[in-house]
């Protein structure tokens, strides 16, 4: 384990305007989690003794998102330095390692910053730790220009590089681990005398090395180190983070047929031997048990899959749906709020909220359960073994026993008891000969008004 305490500070600052959203830019969300909450959640694994977030605009949004941490402005955009200064007062009586993060590079694993804090450990006068990547395309980030024992030597700006210095692969992710009682005392001695006017953190490793110290590189995969600061952007983190979830599923035992039409939140929980079938969406608070298959086109959030379940196609399980063990959701069935139990049948085109179904009941084609009378919410009951007939409505709040009928079309108000028969619809009435009666009568009448208007 690591030897020093750390604190971390995440910046926030950055306007954000390439978003183009007046949502702050780090609660733009991948996987249904916002990307700030993302990086805590890494963040956390370390136990740090302080979290210090530093934001400018929209302050108000980051400091509603989040708890635990302490949220520090920086009112004036003067730079990467300038930011992490604005948590000076924050740290004041800290002095363990500072880790320097950015809220819009969420996904950086939390054993890379314990690599990073172990590196500063077994470093003796290391007084800064650097993360470095290699990208596929360098474009134009800083390079990192290391000794031949691996230190850093400084980091160069692409636009100030030699053309050797440009040919370098390794890059500047702008993140960095420092010693905390150098930190501030560090940054009251960077400049700001450059083409921006700002103050750059970067420049941190010119001042350590002045004052003898090496600067250590640790290197992160690309992926570990996107940020994310457009629409495109974010779905391009979007596509990553599906890429990965749908592998790891996968390994686990999972069958995709269509891996790349599948969609994952950053929650979703789910067992052996699932079968997922084209074009399936899991929202937020999703588990599924063994066995359960979901068929194609079906929308699934925080709900419940008990083992051996169908579900779909076409189908929408919404929030507080719980299907029980092998139970069969069929196709444009939506399900809200509610418990079913062992072997139910919903197999096609109902609405079921707000209500407990008993096992092995079955639901028919058209049924509804009225649970809203406009203001509020009300539960229907259905026990077990129970036959809800086609295009039934059931009105809440109300109870059908065990083993009870209701019959097709029916407008359900009273509790119906257990192994009773009910029937509420208008009673058939039959006129024979009506019709003939009728489309002679039409008839006549449609010829009259067409010799009137001269056809």
Not at 121 to 149: E, M, Q, S
Not at 199 to 208: F, G, H, K, P
């Amino acid at each position: 384990m690591p030897k020093h305490n750390v604190a971390v500070v995440i910046l926030a600052a950055g306007k954000g305007t390439r978003m183009k959203s007046a949502r702050h830019k780090v609660l733009h969300e991948v996987g249904g989690k916002a990307m700030l909450h993302h990086l805590l959640d890494s963040v956390h694994s370390l136990a740090p003794e302080k979290t210090v977030i530093v934001v400018g605009a929209e302050r108000d949004q980051v400091e509603a998102a989040v708890c635990d941490c302490e949220i520090v402005a920086q009112t004036e955009q003067l730079g990467t330095g300038h930011a992490v200064m604005m948590a000076s007062e924050a740290l004041e009586t800290y002095s363990g390692d500072v880790l320097v993060l950015y809220g819009d590079v969420p996904f950086i694993p939390s054993n890379l910053m314990k690599e990073m804090i172990q590196v500063r450990d077994d470093g003796g006068n290391t007084g800064l730790v650097v993360l470095g990547f290699r990208p596929k395309d360098p474009a134009r980030y800083g390079r990192l220009v290391t000794a031949r024992d691996g230190s850093l030597e400084r980091i160069v700006e692409y636009k100030d590089a030699s053309a050797a210095e440009r040919a370098i692969d390794l890059c500047n992710s702008g993140m960095m681990l420092i010693d905390g009682e150098k930190l501030f005392a560090w940054l009251d001695r960077l400049s700001n005398k450059n083409a921006a006017g700002e103050y750059y953190l970067t420049d941190l490793v010119a001042v350590a090395r002045a004052d003898g110290h090496s600067v250590a590189v640790v290197e992160a995969a690309e992926d570990d180190v996107l940020g994310i600061n457009s629409r495109e952007d974010l779905a391009h983190a979007e596509a990553r983070f599906q890429h990965k979830r749908r592998k790891t599923a996968m390994a686990a035992g999972v069958t995709l047929v269509d891996p790349e039409t599948v969609y994952f939140s950053h929650d979703t929980r789910l067992a052996a031997d699932v079968i997922i079938e084209p074009n399936v969406f899991f929202g937020p608070g999703v588990v599924i048990e063994d066995n359960v298959i979901i068929k194609a086109y079906s929308h699934i959030e925080g709900a419940r899959i008990r083992a051996g379940a169908s579900v779909g196609p076409f189908a929408r399980l919404r929030p507080g749906a719980d299907i029980g063990p092998e139970a069969k959701i069929g196709n444009f069935v939506e399900v809200k709020k509610a418990k079913l139990e062992r072997g139910v049948k919903v197999s096609h085109l109902s609405y079921i909220g707000d209500a407990f179904i008993g096992a092995d009941a079955n639901i028919g084609a058209g049924t509804i359960t009225c649970n809203y009378d406009g203001f509020l919410k009300f539960e229907t009951h259905i026990g077990a073994g129970a036959f809800i007939g086609s295009n039934t409505a059931l009105v809440a709040p109300v109870k059908i026993g065990d083993g009870a009928l209701v019959a097709a079309g029916s407008v359900i108000t009273n509790n119906v008891e257990k192994d009773a028969l009910a029937i509420a619809r208008g009673q058939q009435y039959d006129r024979p000969g009506f019709a003939a009666e009728f489309r002679a009568a039409q008839t006549s009448k449609k010829a009259a008004l067409d010799a009137k208007k001269g056809k």
